[in-house]
């Protein structure tokens, strides 16, 4: 535990380290994931082909089983991180307590104005009016299964914070500047989740939509937008360490539910138009 309060302390008093160290991981996970898929994409021995591979209303069945499944844990695993805090003397509650109160005696008025604006970034307002943006974008390019799973995985994803949220009602950190305010109950973070899944979306629209050499720029900038909004608010004390923990794992999770979902919807879309394409040649003949 020693050495834990040595971090705590560390990082406390090096917030832009700690972030900057945060961006390299985040960015080289997401380079490691990026090189992992397009290996993929390249040709497949031919075993895996032979293997049983559900499509059409079963592999749309089976997605959402896994969804639920998922969606389960999650809330296990988010219970479990409550428990933990919930005793003031586990990992989890020196880490909260520690960086917070760290953090509300060493933060500087630059590091924090810093944090506070790259915040923003999370803002309802301003995932708001990109939800907006790019599903207009997506309806007038005709894309009306992508638009529907964007607005799903946003849309989803606060219900779902919200509802965690008034299920551990857990009080905000205390925080005595006037730079950065937030209200409402704390774990967890809103912030942390919601980026998650709209910048995770919005790389993933990248990657089917875009030209490849925009698929590794959008997947970096997504890893270090998550990354950085989350820190913030542990930074500017309106949210715990673990709250953000929960946040991303919140957002983690409802949006892999999402893309199993999409992916699932959209195979059954394309076996159906093909089974259709036949009837109406035919019946052109």
Known sequence: MSGLHAWVGWAGTHPLAVWLCGLVLATGAA?????????????????????PRPSGPAGLAAAMVLAAALVWACAHTLALIADAWGQPTTAWAVLDDGLAGTLRATASVGTLTLFAWLTHFGDTAVLFVLAAGVGLALLWRG????????????????????????????IRPVHTHEIAVADGFSFPSGHSSSSLVAYTMLAYLAIRLLPPRWHLPSMLAAA?????????RVVLQVHF??????????GGVWVTCCLLLLQGATRWHRLRSAAMTPATDGALR
């Open 31 to 51: 380079g490691v994931l990026h090189a992992a898929l397009v290996r993929g994409a390249g040709p497949r021995p031919a075993w895996p082909a032979r293997l």
């Open 143 to 170: 894309h009306r299964m992508l638009a529907t799973g964007w607005a799903v995985a946003l849309a989803g994803n606060g219900l779902l914070t919200r509802a965690f949220k008034h299920s551990f009602e857990r």
């Open 241 to 250: 360490a673990s709250d953000v923990l929960g946040g991303w794992i919140t």
């Open 224 to 232: 270090a937008v998550i990354v950085t909004v989350g820190w913030s």
